[in-house]
Structures are given as structure tokens and as C-alpha cells.
């Protein structure tokens, strides 16, 4: 399937769904390299609607901080790793810190 049949189908679900994340989620990571503002969109849109879904915190970290927007990336960051932790999601908290890491030494940021 092109990527403009998943995007297509993506918004059908999103439409059916309206109250499930991972449309959104998939929509978000689907524009990530071809419609950068669609992508802020869909990225904004979890962040505040589906704050609580926590896929979303890495790929929005590292989304935001390609953008060069460094503050909007960090707090993503600290949102994320703190959800991770209220929802014992080791796994995540792991690759959320260590992306945290590597974004503050590759941004020189403390």
C-alpha cells in the first residue's frame, strides 16, 4: 500500500475513531517526512487530546527537536518520562530517558 493509501485509510479510521489515539498516532508518523505541518498537527493534537497515550512522547520528542523547536521538544521529553513512570512503563521510561539523554548532550542543553 503507497503511503497515500495508509494516509487515506489512517484518516477513515480516524474519522470512525474519533476517540482512539493510535490514528492519530499513525497519522502523525505518517506526515513526520512528507507534511511537516500536518505532522505538527497530529503531534499538537495528541499532546493535548490524548495526553495520556504515551507512544506519543517519543517520536513527538524527537519530531519537535528536528524542527529545531528545542524547549517544545525537552518538555515532551519531561511529559513523557513522568507518564512513563505513573504508568510503570520501564520499557518506555528506558527509551524515553535515553532519547532525553542524547537530546540535551547533542543540543548542549542541561
Known sequence: MS???????????????????????????????????????????????FADYLPTYYHAGLFFEKKDELEKAKSIFVKGISLAKAKNDNHAQRELQNAYQNFLFENDLD
Request: hydrophobic content about 40%; cysteine-free.
Open 3 to 49: 503511503n497515500l493509501g495508509r494516509i487515506e485509510q489512517l484518516l477513515d479510521f480516524a474519522k470512525e475513531e474519533p476517540d482512539n489515539p493510535f490514528n492519530f498516532y499513525a497519522l502523525a508518523l505518517e506526515y513526520q517526512n512528507s507534511n511537516i505541518q500536518k505532522a505538527t498537527y497530529y503531534f499538537d493534537l495528541l499532546l493535548e487530546k
